[in-house]
């Protein structure tokens, strides 16, 4: 460090009495005593705590579906607590290929980075080609896949499970979202946010609920292995209250 002025007042002061705590996969520093040299009673105690990182983030739950358009997928996913930026990745989903048909092509297959993000809901519209400069806008009516993994100082985590959804048709409308579920003494109380960009205005909805096969035998027989809906409310108002049929409701016990 030559040229800087090295003096007393200038130079950083050395410490003493550090101490650390593992939290997880942290460990946590608290910078210790100024003035270790002085009599105890001139020593300051310094106020800063900071960390370093020992792992990678885990990986990331499955990405959630927002909202979806004709031209973009909004997602979200859960934050985690040691992933300083977030890497999601997109495939365009190809059906699996006849027999005899000719293969795929490799671009079709590879997955791009489409975002680097602090923030744990993007909305995404266009993403990146092998062999395009142009980013390549999200058609209506495809799917796309995505999965997203933690970034700290420790280097880039596993990935997430793959998540699949696709984009709306136009002149449909949207599927509606923040759909909010809650518990009253009349019944289950539905609500739910319009479809956005959609074409015209929303006439009418219809609500279904998943009951236990025997309970919609009379409406129509499920297919094997399949769930059975009943409508329970169609109208314009976007919420309603489910008042018959709770007791016949399908429960799914399964982890998301």
Known sequence: MSGCDMSEDSSPRARAGHSAVAVDTRMYIWSG????????????CCKDLWFLETEVPPAPARIQLVRANTKSLEISWPAQSTAEEYIVEIQK?????????????????????VTRTKQTTVLINDFPQTGVAKRQELQPGVAYRFRVSGVNACGVGPLSDVAAFKTCLPGFPGAPSAIRISKGSDGAHLSWDPPVNTPGSVSEYSVYLAVKNSAALA????????????RVYCGAAPSC??????????IDVTNK
């Not at 989903?93 to 980075?113: D, G, I, T, V, Y």
């Open 33 to 44: 005593r100024d003035g270790y040299r002085k009599a105890w009673n001139n020593q300051v």
């Open 93 to 113: 989903f190809q059906p699996p290929a006849p027999a005899k048909s000719e293969p795929q092509k490799a671009e079709n297959l590879l997955w791009s980075e």
């Open 219 to 230: 409406v129509a027989p499920p297919a094997s292995g399949q769930l059975a809906f009943i």
């Open 241 to 250: 209250v489910v008042t018959t049929q709770l007791g016949q409701a399908h």
